[in-house]
């Protein structure tokens, strides 16, 4: 068959099915899981957590932060964190891809650490004002035993990146935790309250505290977070009430 025929007919038959490649779960995703706690098997199954794992990460975040406070985000090494943890290079690109997954890994770590401790902290108290007062202690013993100070002479432009990362997530926790304080002000003020404002502003004034602290009033901050709550409360009845 000429050339010319053989290419026609190659054009008139139908394509062949390529079968398609199996999928491949991506490096990150993989780690991600391993960072959750969750381990998959090949099958695609959740199996129990690592323990082992989950003990090599949490040395591998806390060997970061002991880094990090001592020469800052900027200069963090790698080899200097694996040192601190105990681990070998192989062991930490297990589990982390590089330096910005390392400090990504860390953040998060940082403020769902902070959530879960203001959670336990306030368990099931269910009296309203014991609650809010469990709140106020929370926060005057985050900022006496914080090492945001620090963080932020050290690596100033990665601890202001991190209150702004959990600067919204904070504001939406603190409404949960209270949510039975609001319905208690809401009763006895006769208005509803602007929740997300009042948290907004408890949030913003501790992170003031961090960032100017008052040393020689340090002990202050429970009273003057009540006299900001009263404030608040008051101007939202008077506002109501026009």
Not at 63 to 80: C, F, H, K, W, Y
Not at 124 to 153: F, G, H, K, M, W
Request: proline share 4%; net charge positive; charged share 30%.
């Amino acid at each position: 068959m000429p050339k010319r025929a053989n290419q026609l007919a190659e054009a008139a038959s139908p394509p062949s099915k390529k079968k398609a490649a199996p999928r491949v779960k991506p490096v990150s995703t993989v780690k991600k899981t391993v960072r959750q706690g969750i381990g998959v098997s090949s099958s695609g199954a959740k199996v129990k957590p690592n323990r082992r794992s989950e003990e090599t990460i949490s040395n591998i975040l806390a060997a970061t932060e002991e880094v990090v406070l001592r020469s800052g985000a900027d200069r963090i090494s790698i080899l200097d964190v694996c040192q601190v943890a105990g681990v070998s290079r192989g062991t930490f690109y297990r589990y982390f891809s590089s330096q910005d997954d390392l400090l990504d890994t860390f953040s998060r770590h940082k403020r769902d650490s902070f959530h879960t401790s203001l959670t336990q902290a306030l368990g099931d108290i269910a009296d309203p004002d014991a609650r809010l007062n469990a709140l106020i202690v929370y926060l005057d013993n985050y900022l006496e035993q914080s090492r945001a100070q620090r963080l932020l002479t050290v690596a100033p432009e990665y601890a202001l990146g991190f209150f702004r990362r959990i600067f919204h997530d904070s504001i939406v926790r603190f409404q949960d935790v209270l949510d039975i304080v609001f319905d208690q002000w809401d009763e006895r003020l006769g208005v509803r309250l602007d929740r997300e404002l009042i948290s907004e502003l408890i949030i913003r004034y501790v992170m003031s505290e961090t960032l100017v602290s008052e040393s020689a009033n340090r002990r202050m901050l429970p009273v003057r977070v009540r006299k900001l709550i009263a404030a608040l409360t008051v101007g939202s009845t008077s506002r109501s009430r026009r």
